[in-house]
Every structure is written in C-alpha cells, then in structure tokens.
C-alpha cells in the first residue's frame, strides 16, 4: 500500500488592520472568562481592535523590552501578524494586562501582556508565555498579580473558578535573570535547561554559538524550564502564590 503526505504549511499573509468582521474569535482550546481579578489587577483577553495600538506605543517607546524575547516587532503591522499567527493556534491565548490603581483609560492603566501556550487539554498543561510588562509598571505588584491570576487559573479546580490543569511551565531566557527571578518568587520549581528550544529572528543573538550553516537561518537560544505542577499547588504553592499576590 502507498501513501501520501499532502501537509502544506500555513501561509499567513502579513496583517495591517486591527478590523476583523464580526466578533474576534479567539479559537481557545480551553474556556476563556471575560476577565481575571485581584484587588489591583485585571487581566481581559487581548483584542488587537481595542488594545493593540495603545500596547505597541508604550512597547515602542522601550526598545530593551524585546532583548529576551524570541520575536521581534519591528512595527504595528508585525505585531498584528504575530497576534494573528498566534490566533489561528487553538492552544494560545493572550491577555491585557490592566492596572486597576490608575486611571481607567486605557493609555493610562495598559500595563502589558501576559499569555497561554501549548495549552494541552489532553495532558492538562500549558506555558506562560509571552509576559511582558510595560516600564511604568515595572517593581510593582503588576507582575505578581498577573502571573498569579494565571496560575491560579490554571491550577484551581472548577468549583474554585479554575479549569484545574495539572501542570504550569515557565521557561526563561537564560540572560533574564528578571524572568528568573520571576519564576522563583512566584514558587515554581527549576526542573533544568531546554537547549536550542528556539529559532530566532534573523539579527537576534541567543547567546549560543552560530549553527552550522545547513539548519536554517536565525540564531538559536535556550531555555530555563520551571514548572508548577498540581501538587506543589496543593501542598502549599496556592498559599504562597496568594500572600504573593496580597503583598503590598
């Protein structure tokens, strides 16, 4: 018997509208709440439509945000063809981050983005990934409560508001001693290094030693694994996660 393989990859053609028809589907493979909240913090899923162009000014203005990150966004279009490439995989979703202490216009409370990967609802895990908080909220409460909201979300149980995964996983750059620190004040557990976990942009330096010229283009990086796994959230992470949150 013969076979066949008639996988084509995607094409996606590069995005320069935030106009969508009709409502913006944000194709989750898990449920999606119309927000999360603490007391100062709340997290909305990001629509390229209402919070795309006021993000990527503030993102603009600080180009040293996209040191570490495994993308770059040269300009609006770029971003809004990231967004929609990350939209047409069922296991992403993407969140603003919202200030709840400032002033409610958005310019004045958009205080980053904070997101979902490999969400598998068959093994009950998933990644946070991209987070990305904007300089007026850096050392502030912004980052705990955002990542918090997503672990809590991810890890409770549905009686308690959750979708009650089994496991969470942080993965650093591992030039980001930020995101390092991230991670550990947060009480995930270092379980080691993913190499050559990315392809990078053309022009982005992973820190590694160029590939050997036959592998494709772009330079490559590794990865910090840390992970909050269902136990460790129920043998004392939910708490910790919790008085991280509370702290002033």
């Known amino acids: ?67 570490y990150l495994p993308a770059a966004w040269p300009d609006f279009p770029s971003l809004l063809t990231f967004l929609e490439e990350y939209r047409t995989k069922p296991d992403a979703i993407f969140f603003a981050i919202l200030d709840k202490t400032k002033d409610p216009s958005l310019e004045k409370s958009m205080a980053g983005i904070i997101g979902f990967i490999h969400c598998s609802p068959q093994n009950l895990a998933l990644e946070i990934a991209p987070v990305i908080i904007l300089p007026a909220f850096q050392r502030t409460f912004v980052s705990s409560n955002a990542i918090g909201l997503m672990m809590k979300y991810s890890l409770d149980l549905p009686e308690d508001g959750g979708i009650g995964f089994r496991r969470v996983v942080w993965s650093a750059n591992p030039g980001n001693l930020a995101s390092v620190k991230a991670a550990e004040r947060m009480g995930f557990t270092h379980e080691g290094v993913k190499r050559w976990s990315w392809v990078l942009p053309l022009g982005k330096d992973g820190g590694k030693a160029p590939v050997d010229g036959k592998r494709g283009q772009g330079q490559g990086r590794d990865s910090v694994v840390f992970a909050m796994c269902w136990d460790d959230w129920e043998g004392g992470g939910r708490e910790h996660v919790t008085k991280v949150i509370d702290r002033v």
């Open 1 to 67: 018997m013969s076979f066949i393989n008639s996988y084509k990859p995607p094409v996606l053609q590069r995005v320069t509208s935030t106009l969508f028809d009709g409502p913006y589907d944000l194709n989750s493979n898990i449920p999606i709440p119309p927000s999360l909240e603490t007391k100062r913090v709340k997290l909305v899923p990001f629509l390229p439509a209402i919070h795309a162009e006021v993000f990527f000014a503030a993102y603009s203005a600080a180009p040293e945000l996209e040191r």
